[in-house]
């Protein structure tokens, strides 16, 4: 009900294709880059590793944890490959689904993502900052090249893996949609959300 009175908008976690956008007369209204954490078993001593060093593991050109100092485990690569189409979010850690490891656990839902790396001493995966862990779960995220996946090293490009959280309005942007849309990017509680999960506003 997209009409004066019933403005609607949308809430998206990955960049929309060019394509959708002009299909569907879409206005995306950038709000914030959203770190992707890697996430690893707690049990894990590994609590930071060089940007290129990921990647390889991802690719599987690394498959053992003592091959980049940690324990003689195997590595067991854990992947939530949503959205192919469109750019960005997992991309940023290696650009196509055909350049991860054969050998590796496809998730469907960041709840999964870390169920598994809970299952696994061996595991390591990817997931947005913005997901709340429950008090059981023997995850932990990782440094990565020495930094955290926090606003400060996205908005000074020392990490490497985020995703771009956008609005989404269909048709004409009406006063009253301008006012919500300012609200959702200046209110008390996207700051202190951003604050919380190390969101970078754009």
């Not at 990921?54 to 324990?71: C, L, P, S, T, Y």
């Not at 790396?117 to 900052?129: C, L, Q, S, T």
């Not at 990565?144 to 490497?160: Q, R």
Request: include cysteine; glycine fraction near 8%; aromatic fraction near 8%.
């Amino acid at each position: 009900k997209n009409i004066p009175g019933h403005e609607t908008f949308g809430m998206v976690c990955c960049t929309l294709k060019k394509e959708e956008i002009e299909k569907n007369g879409l206005t995306v209204h950038n709000l914030a880059l959203e770190p992707i954490r890697i996430l690893v078993n707690k049990s894990n001593p590994i609590n930071d590793l060089p940007e290129e060093k990921i990647r390889a593991i991802f690719r599987g050109d690394i498959k053992n944890w003592a091959e980049v100092g940690g324990q003689d485990k195997p590595i067991v690569v854990v992947t939530r490959l949503h959205c192919k189409g469109r750019p960005g979010h997992w991309k940023t850690i290696l650009p196509s689904e055909d350049d991860f490891r054969k050998e590796r656990l496809d998730v469907k839902s960041a709840s999964e993502m870390a169920e598994r790396i809970n299952d696994f001493p061996g595991g390591i995966g990817h997931i947005g900052a913005t997901w709340d862990y429950k008090d059981d779960d023997k995850v932990k995220y990782i440094k990565v090249s020495g930094y955290e996946p926090n606003a400060k090293n996205l908005a000074n490009k020392k990490y490497p893996f985020y995703r771009q959280l956008s609005a989404v309005t269909a048709g004409t942007v009406t006063d009253d949609l301008k006012i919500l849309l300012n609200e959702v990017r200046n209110g008390a509680g996207f700051k202190k959300a951003s604050k919380r999960y190390g969101l970078l506003p754009n």
